[in-house]
């Protein structure tokens, strides 16, 4: 089974950079899909975006779409989220999270399998 382990968070100012990495371990086919989520104290978990290792296709949520890139390297198993001009509402612990079930990439968190612990992103202002 899949394993996924997150790394990179840490605190930045507003309109400052992060890069966070997803090291995969397991089997992994090229249907899977790779998320982030994210989780504010006192919020629900939300969906950032997501990547399928098969062809890249990618999704993102509305908030961070243009200042957030996902991406993945087959070739390390590790998948990416470079996150630029941060803002404070970004501040959360993101979450990294595999979809075994193949199919339209889902934004939904009931959708993800398999989830690694989280990395703490925070921004201030």
């Not at 993945?72 to 630029?84: E, G, I």
């Not at 001009?85 to 999270?97: H, I, N």
Request: proline share 2%; with cysteine.
């Amino acid at each position: 089974q899949v394993q996924v382990v997150e790394s990179g968070g840490g605190l930045v100012q507003a309109g400052g950079y992060l890069r966070l990495s997803c090291a995969a371990s397991g089997w992994i086919f090229s249907s899977y899909a790779m998320g982030w989520f994210r989780q504010a104290p006192g919020k629900e978990r939300e969906f950032v975006a997501a990547i399928r290792w098969g062809d890249s296709t990618t999704k993102y949520a509305d908030s961070v779409k243009g200042r957030f890139t996902i991406s993945r390297d087959n070739a390390k198993s590790t998948v990416y989220l470079q996150m630029n001009s941060l803002k404070p509402e970004d501040t959360a612990v993101y979450y990294c999270a595999a979809d075994v079930n193949g199919g339209v990439i889902s934004t939904r968190s009931l959708s993800y399998d398999v989830w690694g612990q989280g990395t703490q992103v925070t921004v201030s202002s």
